[in-house]
């Protein structure tokens, strides 16, 4: 497998991509994909050129491209998409890179919320479900073409549509995680409440030479050292950090904090804080050291690749909207996780 593709949006702060297939994001049916499959569209990268490679269908390339359409003019193709994490949208990028002289003229994309589990007769038949949230948009060849979307709602699958043919590399929907808080809350159990599928997100760190914070609230388990967060040596007195927003406001009751894979790079020590700050959700600037941050977890040593799993004293059970994770003095983490219970009111 190829290195991970960023999941935050550089461009767009405070954006995640809510068709990344590292997050459950799938590509459905399309209505034509004779030269290559849709499925590269939510893949990793921006995709490779390989010289002279062919398949029997024709010249390999790494995307998602349609036959050349032959027929009346006003045609398309299209992809349907089902995110993997349901939210709104507020930008997208397609992505035609190495596609020159076989990239669409043109995209527009449609969005629905749909419910349940429904196969691909359902899916075709849904058509006056979905809303169109970006117009037919010129395309340029062999480029990352950035289109920002005005659309609060919340949707869970999207249909690129592409005019009149062609190959794109991949697709991303940036945008901010609309968990269905109703039934996670009907459930009263513990859950993840810095998750990114329930709408965490990292607001800033000290460092993040080489890897990104976000991996740390991924789903699932690290699949290696990139699949985490790593700062650089530090040469000098002080410790790395990162602050991160809980996708609800709530009382952290245990952490587990992961290094696995990170062997002669772990952190020696962490520890985490906490503040409840109201009215701070992003993309309002993370809380300063004025916010009331207080211990939630005192520093405690780590080993090297493994699980740690923290309690959180019961007096400091309190009510949080942010965290902050400090690492002694620097190093690498896979993942945190924050085990809670919901507050009411944010």
């Known amino acids: 497998m190829g290195p991970l593709s960023p999941t935050v949006n550089t461009t767009h702060e405070g954006l995640i991509d809510l068709a990344s297939a590292r997050l459950g994001g799938r590509a459905l049916l399309a209505s034509d994909e004779f030269f290559a499959p849709k499925e590269n569209l939510l893949a990793p990268g921006r995709g490779v050129f390989i010289e002279g490679k062919y398949t029997d269908r024709g010249k390999w390339m790494d995307g998602w491209e349609t036959r050349r359409r032959r027929g009346p003019e006003g045609g398309y193709d299209w992809c349907l998409i089902r995110l993997g994490v349901p939210g709104a949208i507020s930008a997208i990028t397609v992505d035609t890179n190495h596609f020159r002289g076989n990239h669409p003229a043109a995209c527009s994309l449609d969005a629905a919320m749909l419910t349940g589990s429904l196969g691909g007769r359902q899916l075709r038949a849904l058509d006056r479900a979905f809303t169109e949230v970006l117009p037919r948009s010129p395309l340029a060849g062999h480029t990352e073409n950035e289109f920002k979307v005005q659309s609060g709602s919340r949707y869970t699958h999207v249909r690129l549509k592409i005019y009149p043919d062609g190959g794109v590399a991949r697709l991303r929907v940036w945008g901010e995680a609309r ?5 996670i809350g009907a459930t009263r159990r ?3 409440l810095v998750a990114v599928e329930h709408g965490g ?20 388990r690290p699949r290696d050292m990139g699949d985490g967060w790593e700062t650089r040596r530090r040469r000098g007195p002080g410790h790395d950090w990162v602050v991160l927003w809980l996708g609800r406001r709530g009382v952290i009751e245990r952490v587990e904090l992961d290094t696995t894979h990170f062997k002669g790079n772990f952190p020696e020590s962490a520890s985490l804080e906490g503040c409840d700050v109201r009215g701070g959700a992003p993309p309002r600037p993370p809380p300063g050291e004025d916010a009331g941050w207080r211990e939630l977890v005192p520093r405690a040593g780590l080993r090297a690749n493994a699980r740690h799993r923290l309690a959180v004293a019961q007096a400091a059970r309190v009510p ?11 190093g690498g983490v896979a993942r945190l996780r924050l085990w809670g219970k919901i507050v009411d009111g944010v």
Do not use: Y
Request: aromatic share 10%; glycine share 2%; charged share 20%.
């Open 190 to 192: 513990a859950i993840d």
């Open 179 to 183: 968990p269905d808080w109703r039934r």
């Open 320 to 330: 949080v909207t942010h965290v902050r994770l400090n690492i002694f003095p620097d």
């Open 201 to 220: 997100l990292p607001l800033s760190t000290s460092d993040q030479f080489f890897s990104e914070p976000l991996n740390l609230i991924m789903p699932g």
